[in-house]
């Protein structure tokens, strides 16, 4: 029997778990939960339906998992919590201070209600936590560095957006080659914001409007871009479209840390991705949580979790035995 | 309290161990046994004892984690199910084929016994089986590839030594450059054993051997080195203690895949390690594990694991709470 999926908000993300669970033959699409009139909603999945989010509740004993798709900003905070009380739920909550907060309140959801509820699942948080963990674990006496890109930063467009006179705006977060050459060398350098990510722009103008100000305004913002290098290019909307429509990211963990009883050798763990999709990726990264989560509560457990807490194995739709067998 | 731990076995992977528990404060070393007569055994632990083999198991209220650092060949099979019924175990069995049979046999010891007995603990199998699973579940539309190197090879090196004329070698795994990034493109290459990897030696021969054949023999040398391109050369014993006497490694576990509803985006995971010791790093992963090993079983879990069956937040000295604010 396939593990019953529901997703709730069926945007970017939503859109990237439909299409993971078509690579996973052991999951099955039950149905979309969106705010909008579910008639407006044209999913992808044939045999799957969109329902209201106020139907959501009803569905309770058709739904093994619910993926929440909803931003960390306002949606996560109450919908995780809300639907951890129905399902098992796993969501993909990024705003990093505000992480044990969020898991007090899914945990007390989840273990009062018996569900399990797997919180900040994605590549970061997600798979590079993990990566971080596990080499912290392992090189006890390190130093972490995380670098992101080369990807679009959505938060990083929308600043560029709102400034009077942009049209629309892409903005790629790149790491420094450099910076990561000089990380990998064991060197353990300490490294400013400048040093390690430049932000390149790509800005539609509206016409007539002022673009040394608008340069002026991008790479002076603060928080943003005032302690980055930052080049801005002015293009016009159809290259825009032509040449920046995809939602490409990724980034490197790497940990460097010393061993011996003189601290005499020195070693280097690296984790790498480099996506065409961010939000099919990070979709592809929850949908296995889901299995994780379905799992684990077969077995009885209840409760938040994070990816520290879940043993690999849960993720994956194989046994034990063909994991052994073929993948150590 | 500290976890007390036992190392059995005392050369090169027990070196390691006795390093990596001096860089974790919550462990703390309570003897070695040794084959040996324990006079002549000298380690670098001032607290700790060394014991024969024989004593272990009068010690089995003393330690809590055993840690079998024997070879896979002939002790490990023996050794971790017969010590599994005294202590919780950790061993870095890394005979991939015999696997299974292992892993039951050490399941049955430690069931039987109350312990937790893990396996196959290191890098490869190990961390980079757990990076292989975790690419797997994540894209399961796609293709793995793992290269060695650059990195010493210990039983291309022996099998080196073995040649009549020879005295001494040293041979190192090389990955080939361009069939890595062929790799990370996302062609998805079929490549040959040719093609990923090419072999160096470096040779000391015995005065008035015949060069020529030594060499032709390596080359041609079947399951070893027929399969590659290898390179030899003849250098002095003094420049072999030189330049050769470390025993560094590493290498790359890359999974390549597709997502989307067309597969229209391909997306890397790449996992890397460079190591000026594998026998350090290989210990320092196996210390992690055997904190896991006795928070598992303190918690009343039993029987075999390997690295897929162990939630990360074990390998951890730190706190869940700590890991979530600092890690994730």
Redesign the interface.
């Known amino acids: 029997m396939s593990i019953r999926i529901g997703i709730l908000g069926y945007g970017n993300l939503g859109r990237?778990v439909?299409?993971?669970i078509?690579?996973?033959p052991d999951l099955e699409l039950v149905g979309v939960f969106t705010r909008r009139d579910p008639e407006t909603v044209q999913i992808?999945t044939k045999t799957a339906k969109v329902y209201s989010v106020d139907d959501a509740e009803k569905m309770k004993d058709q739904i093994d998992v619910m993926i929440l798709c909803g931003g960390s900003a306002t949606d996560l905070p109450e919908q995780t919590p809300k639907y951890a009380q129905w399902f098992n739920v796993v969501d993909s909550f990024d705003t990093?201070k505000k992480?044990?907060e969020h898991?007090a309140n899914v945990d007390k959801a989840a273990s009062e209600n018996g569900h399990v509820g797997i919180i900040?699942v994605g590549w970061d948080?997600g798979?590079f936590?993990?990566?971080?963990?596990?080499a912290?674990?392992?090189?006890?006496?390190g130093k972490d560095y995380t670098f992101w890109g080369k990807g679009v930063s959505q938060g990083h467009s929308d600043a560029i957006r709102r400034i009077k006179g942009v049209k629309d705006g892409k903005q790629y977060t790149i790491p420094v080659e450099s910076a990561l050459e000089a990380v990998?060398s064991g060197k353990n350098p300490e490294l400013t914001t400048r040093e390690k990510h430049t932000r390149e722009c790509f800005v539609v103008a509206e016409e007539g409007a002022d673009l040394a100000r608008i340069e002026n305004e991008i790479k002076t913002m603060p928080n943003y871009f005032d302690e980055y290098d930052t080049t801005v290019h002015f293009i016009s909307e159809e290259e825009l479209k032509r040449d920046h429509s995809g939602i490409p990211h990724g980034g490197f963990v790497i940990r460097t840390g010393k061993?011996?009883?003189n601290d005499e050798?020195?070693?280097?763990?690296?984790?790498?991705?480099?996506?065409?999709?961010n939000p099919?990726?990070t979709?592809?990264?929850i949908v296995?949580y889901a299995?994780a989560a379905y799992r684990m509560n077969q077995e009885g457990q209840k409760g938040c979790k994070?990816?520290?807490?879940?043993?690999?194995?849960y993720?994956?739709?194989q046994s034990?035995?063909e994991?052994?067998?073929h993948?150590?």
Chains 1, 2 share one sequence.
Do not use: Q
């Open positions: 990237g439909e299409c993971a078509k690579h996973n992808l990093h992480i044990p898991f900040s948080p798979m936590s993990l990566n971080r963990m596990y912290n674990a392992i090189l006890t006496n990998r061993t011996g009883w050798n020195s070693h280097v763990i690296e984790y790498s991705l480099k996506l065409d999709s099919e990726f979709s592809s990264v296995a299995r994070t990816v520290f807490d879940v043993a690999p194995a993720l994956s739709a034990g035995e994991l052994r067998k993948l150590l």
